[in-house]
């Protein structure tokens, strides 16, 4: 293990060398890349170095145990060797996740897609709370998000909503939500006090760009109509809304968010190339699920993985089998014990393979 570290860090070292380096500075692109390397091999590199001084006071305790004669020094030797040979273990436990390959998609910003599924006007507003709590959670970790789509259900909530969501590492976060996810309470119309359940789909993807997927003009049918629900008279009365149709593939993406139709043209080709992106990327999650007993971030979005059960405060995800008690805290955004749950089930399930 010491010497994949010592490789890494002699990687670190080199790529600062380069970015001291003021020709680095004459390729952008280039000297994005290495800065972005530079920061995710900082974590290996101190670990080196952390590591490195655990197997040094190792064998410095070993010398003394071997040699000395002093039965207090012997004594200090062997406790402070026990400790240390337990902090090695967990040290190297931590360098095995940190060497698992990362997904190069993590690193993406996302679009978050919450649809309506089984329930009727439940299923609406249960829509409009998942909005909430995601975009609650969002705020916490400080990323920035664009409304693209929203379609109003009459009864309060939505049919379905999208944005677009951009900041360090949103997809490798945000992926883990992507499924069914189900409600069970009383709903509002209710009269006899029973208890419904009802269901929203997540789905989150990849946002692509230009260098990830490229569509040909001529494959692309454009039409324009008029934006429906709030936003005034120029929203109604001019065709500012876009629809786009990739012919080939048969994928559609409109936007009608934006005042301009051009602005909304550009907003609904980046969801355009997202989906398309998306539909070869799913082609590779569903390799990987196929080979793992769990399915934490690359499963079937069909698959339900959490309920929500308001009459005993309870949240559980089905992928890992955790429950927790703090339905009303989990609603205002705090997911993040949930999502770092599944990074550790994920991890472990990666650990396996790489065993094997």
């Given at each position: 293990m010491l010497d994949k570290l010592e490789a890494i860090k002699h990687r670190w070292e080199d790529i600062g060398q380069q970015l001291a380096d003021p020709q680095t500075m004459t390729d952008m692109k280039k000297y994005a890349q290495l800065s972005?390397?530079?920061?995710?091999?900082?974590?290996?590199?101190?670990?080196?170095?952390?590591?490195?001084?655990?197997?040094?006071?190792?064998?410095?305790?070993?010398?003394?145990?071997?040699?000395?004669k002093d039965p207090e020094f012997r004594e200090m030797a062997k406790m402070e060797l026990e400790e240390l040979q337990a902090e090695q273990a967990k040290m190297e436990e931590e360098v095995r996740i940190l060497l698992i390959p990362k997904d190069p998609e993590d690193e993406k910003d996302a679009t978050l897609e919450i649809r309506a599924g089984t329930g009727g006007d439940e299923a609406a507003i249960f829509v409009g709370d998942l909005y909430r709590m995601?975009?609650?959670?969002?705020?916490?970790?400080?990323?920035?998000?664009?409304?693209?789509?929203?379609?109003?259900?009459?009864?309060?909530?939505?049919?379905?909503?999208?944005?677009?969501?951009?900041?360090?590492?949103?997809?490798?976060?945000l992926k883990y939500e992507s499924g069914v996810h189900r409600v069970q309470r009383?709903?509002?119309?209710?009269?006899?006090?029973?208890?419904?359940?009802?269901?929203?789909?997540?789905?989150?993807?990849?946002?692509?760009?230009?260098?990830?997927?490229?569509?040909?003009?001529?494959?692309?049918?454009?039409?324009?109509?008029?934006?429906?629900?709030?936003?005034?008279?120029?929203?109604?009365?001019?065709?500012?809304?876009?629809?786009?149709?990739?012919?080939?593939?048969?994928?559609?993406?409109?936007?009608?968010?934006?005042?301009?139709?051009?602005?909304?043209?550009?907003?609904?080709?980046t969801m355009l190339r997202t989906r398309i992106y998306e539909m070869e990327y799913r082609k590779h999650l569903d390799?990987?699920?196929?080979?793992?007993?769990?399915?934490?971030?690359?499963?079937?979005?069909?698959?339900?993985i959490r309920t929500y059960n308001y009459p005993q405060g309870r949240v559980t995800d089905h992928r890992i089998g955790l429950t927790l008690y703090n339905l009303s805290a989990i609603m205002n955004g705090s997911i993040q014990n949930i999502i770092e749950a599944l990074q550790i089930a994920e991890n472990a399930e990666k650990m396996k393979e790489g065993n094997n």
């Open positions: 972005k390397d530079y920061k995710d091999l900082k974590v290996l590199a101190d670990a080196h170095d952390k590591y490195a001084d655990i197997l040094s006071n190792i064998e410095h305790n070993r010398e003394v145990l071997r040699n000395d995601y975009v609650r959670y969002i705020e916490t970790k400080g990323w920035k998000t664009q409304l693209l789509r929203a379609n109003e259900s009459a009864a309060g909530g939505f049919k379905e909503i999208v944005l677009s969501v951009s900041g360090d590492g949103v997809y490798g976060i009383v709903p509002a119309t209710e009269s006899q006090g029973r208890v419904h359940t009802s269901a929203a789909s997540v789905a989150v993807l990849p946002e692509a760009d230009e260098v990830d997927v490229y569509i040909n003009p001529a494959d692309i049918r454009v039409d324009t109509y008029r934006s429906s629900g709030a936003g005034g008279q120029h929203v109604n009365k001019t065709e500012s809304a876009v629809r786009l149709t990739h012919i080939p593939t048969g994928v559609v993406a409109e936007c009608q968010q934006e005042r301009s139709q051009l602005r909304n043209r550009e907003v609904a080709m390799a990987i699920a196929s080979k793992r007993k769990t399915m934490v971030s690359t499963g079937d979005r069909s698959a339900k």
